[in-house]
């Protein structure tokens, strides 16, 4: 790793670990000067690191996130979908960030929630929209549900991918042929051959 001139990395190196910071090696091969002369007109410089120091502030960072979501975790929360009646479904979400404890899905928000199980690319939606409940619902409408989705942290997205990241309940595992264990249990399909 390089240190960049006017980073915070330059202006406080012992702060993240760095040392010795001088011209990176590349200025001696182009530029016929000294190292204090190229010190002044270098951007990027070498170092040498003390990885202790930032492996600390690291973890410590990282040990306070963990801490957190064990905290959550240990208060059985939970994001899982189930039967709710003929056509529907409802997302049981008891997590901390829950914007409501129960989501009812009717027939398209059914649809794209659970084609979301794997990761699935927004026209992908449409055209299966399209291919499942014919014409009675606009794209506009697909994307609002899908935004809907992403609103309430029942699905992430990526660019124009959704992935849910609910589980789905021990029946739909059942039905879908997995065992309480599989990969399908835990909201993936296992892979088909």
């Known amino acids: 790793m390089l240190v960049e001139r006017y980073s915070a990395y330059f202006n406080d190196p012992s702060a993240f670990g760095f040392s010795g910071l001088r011209p990176a090696l590349a200025y001696r091969y182009v530029y016929p000067f000294s190292d204090t ?12 690191y003390r990885p202790k120091l930032l492996e600390q502030m690291c973890i410590g960072s990282l040990t306070g996130e963990v801490e957190d979501w064990r905290k959550e975790a240990s208060g059985r929360c939970e994001l899982r979908s189930i039967e709710a009646g003929p056509g529907t ?10 914007v409501a404890d129960r989501h009812v899905l009717r027939p398209l928000e059914r649809l794209l929630f659970e084609a979301c199980d794997d990761i699935r690319c927004r026209d992908e939606l449409h055209r299966l929209a399209r291919e499942r409940l014919g014409t009675r619902y606009s794209e506009d409408e697909v994307d609002r549900g899908l935004a809907t989705f992403v609103e309430r942290g029942l699905v992430v997205t990526s660019g124009e991918s959704y992935l849910s990241l609910a589980v789905p309940s021990q029946a739909a595992a059942a039905r879908d042929g997995a065992t309480p264990n599989s990969d399908a249990s835990h909201g993936h399909r296992p892979p088909t051959h």
């Open 37 to 48: 002369s190229l010190g002044k007109i270098a951007y990027y410089f070498d170092h040498d």
């Open 89 to 98: 479904i409802a997302v049981v979400d008891t997590r901390a960030s829950a």
